[in-house]
């Protein structure tokens, strides 16, 4: 297994339109992380799943977001409506359940013109 | 939600020690402190993480202090690789999953 991957690298996109980022975890890891990182900041978390099940979910997201891990594998974040302020890093980061270590994918650069 | 204090930004010297501190006044009891870094380009690579006891890996030292409102990350011989943004989180609420990142301190190494 060669880490998590995440799928495209950069997307440019105009206001407006949808897109769509994929992310794929390292295979034993039952969880599953989305964050977004704006310029000079850490990451923001903003949903995961354990298996297919969305637990939990932060108030950035806006209900223009929406994600979804339908078999318990790879993951999807669609963003509907593109904004300028949605243009950010969007990471995906997976574990086993518990305490330890994620393991970041190198993220999808999200510009929206 | 807790939250984390880091310097903005450290310098130091390669092959000398490095402290790296933060400031968590307001963990839980049950809150782990884990340390991420991340190098320009790429995402948050994992450094190590602790409760209460001291912790060491091939990577770094952890030190956390006794009233557990602040920890130092130490990497004990600082190479020109180290230069990173390194970030001390806190779990989101109560879960010990979701990670809340502040700004981090970013780390400069000079030859």
């Known amino acids: 297994d060669t880490g998590v991957s995440q799928d495209p690298r950069h997307k440019i996109t105009k206001r ?3 897109v769509t980022f994929r992310c794929d975890p390292i295979s034993e890891h039952n969880r599953l992380y989305w964050y977004r990182q704006t310029l000079g900041q850490g990451p923001e978390f903003l949903t995961y799943f354990q298996n297919e099940a969305q637990l939990e979910k ?3 997201l806006s209900d223009r977001f929406s994600a979804e891990r339908p078999k318990g594998s790879f993951s999807t974040l669609e963003i509907q409506r593109t904004e300028q302020g949605d243009s950010a890093m969007y990471l995906c980061a997976s574990s086993l359940e518990g305490v ?3 393991f970041f994918g ?3 650069r999200l510009t929206v013109l | 939600d807790a939250k984390t204090t880091q310097p903005n930004s450290m310098e130091s ?6 402290h790296l501190p933060c400031n968590h006044s307001t963990i839980s009891g049950t809150d782990y402190i884990h340390w991420y870094r991340q190098l320009p380009s790429q995402g948050p690579e994992y450094v190590i993480h602790g409760l209460t006891s001291n912790v060491n890996n091939r990577m770094a030292s952890l030190a956390i202090a006794e009233d557990r409102k602040s920890s130092t990350l130490i990497l004990h011989r600082a190479t020109l690789r180290d230069a990173a943004v390194y970030y001390c989180t806190l779990p989101l609420g109560g879960s010990q999953g979701n990670l809340i990142f502040g700004k981090g301190t970013k780390l400069s190494v000079k030859p």
């Open chain 1, 16 to 18: 407006g339109q949808n």
């Open chain 1, 58 to 60: 932060s108030r950035l």
């Open chain 1, 100 to 102: 330890g270590e994620q």
């Open chain 1, 106 to 108: 190198p993220g999808t």
């Open chain 2, 13 to 18: 010297n390669e092959e000398e020690p490095v």
